[in-house]
């Protein structure tokens, strides 16, 4: 058995979603994700470590360039909720709102 960080196939000439694409985080970090590729949106996955294989704690949830997410933990630590602020266009006036996308 082999098993490697998937961000760092990309030494290995394979693909990478690691880099600034990806952040471990504890309770409290931030961090700015920044996905390379010219898309606007992207899925959003929240796993927490373990030895061999991540234990998924939210399969995914569609994110946008420029959102401002937050991560919550149940209280038991095995799911995570998502909850993001859509990114507001410079100089249009939007306002910014809320939604849980879990």
Known sequence: LCAIPVGSLASL???STGGE???RLQPGDQCALRPTGEADSFRL???KPAPVFDI???DGV???RGDRVAI???ANGQEAKVFAAKAKS???GE??????RS
């Not at 306002?95 to 849980?100: F, N, P, Y």
């Open 13 to 15: 000439g394979g693909s």
């Open 21 to 23: 694409s990806m952040a």
């Open 45 to 47: 996955r929240v796993y």
């Open 56 to 58: 998924v704690l939210n």
């Open 62 to 64: 569609e994110v946008r």
């Open 72 to 74: 919550f933990l149940s």
């Open 90 to 92: 410079a100089g249009t």
């Open 95 to 100: 306002t910014v709102e809320s939604e849980v």
